[in-house]
């Protein structure tokens, strides 16, 4: 019964619509109007100590309206650490990323969209996704009315790998005076 749960295992990972192959570049956006909500990501060493990764996104509610602007926002470097937030109060609808063979990493950018003049409130950090280097990480976004707005990711040199902390907000469902960076 162990063979066929890492059969199974196996074959899950391998059916989840994963937007890169090891070591490849990728470029994903969600639909216009939708912002990411999961991100999930399995890890091989043999492949060059990457990840595949998948990507989820659904719609806003209603009361945000329609995004007025998009654009990728910052660029990380790979084998560092980097904390990237939407500029321009925006939340995160799709990501970007190359492979380095050089250091086993990657670049990182966010595909930031920007609702009118609404503001991100009540904002928190996830713990770390995944938990240790090296194992599957998986953030779903966990209730409604959290977007995310950016992450802060560390870079381990030893296990050539990354752990995300994912950064959520609320958004206010007014639209506020200023505009923050």
Known sequence: SLLATVAAQSHDHH??????????????????GEVLVAVRSYYSE???SDRLWSFECQPTPEGLGEPSDCWWDDISRAGM???SSCTRNGLVAGVQSKYFESVLDR???FYCCYYKR???Y????????????????ELVV???????????????GVLRDR???????????????????
């Not at 059916?15 to 216009?32: A, E, K, L, T």
């Not at 966990?142 to 381990?156: D, E, H, L, N, V």
């Open 81 to 83: 650490e980097w904390t």
């Open 46 to 48: 043999q492949d060059g």
């Open 142 to 156: 966990p209730s409604y009315g959290y977007f995310i707005r950016g992450a802060q990711t560390t870079f381990s």
């Open 107 to 109: 670049e990182w950018q």
């Open 15 to 32: 059916d989840m619509g994963w937007v890169n192959g090891y070591r490849q570049g990728f470029n994903f956006q969600c639909p216009h």
């Open 122 to 137: 009540s904002c928190m950090k996830t713990s770390d996704v995944p938990e240790n280097y090296r194992e599957e990480g």
């Open 118 to 120: 609404r503001c991100p």
């Open 163 to 181: 752990q995300w902390k994912y950064i959520l907000c609320r958004m206010t469902d007014f639209d506020c005076e200023f505009e923050n960076a």
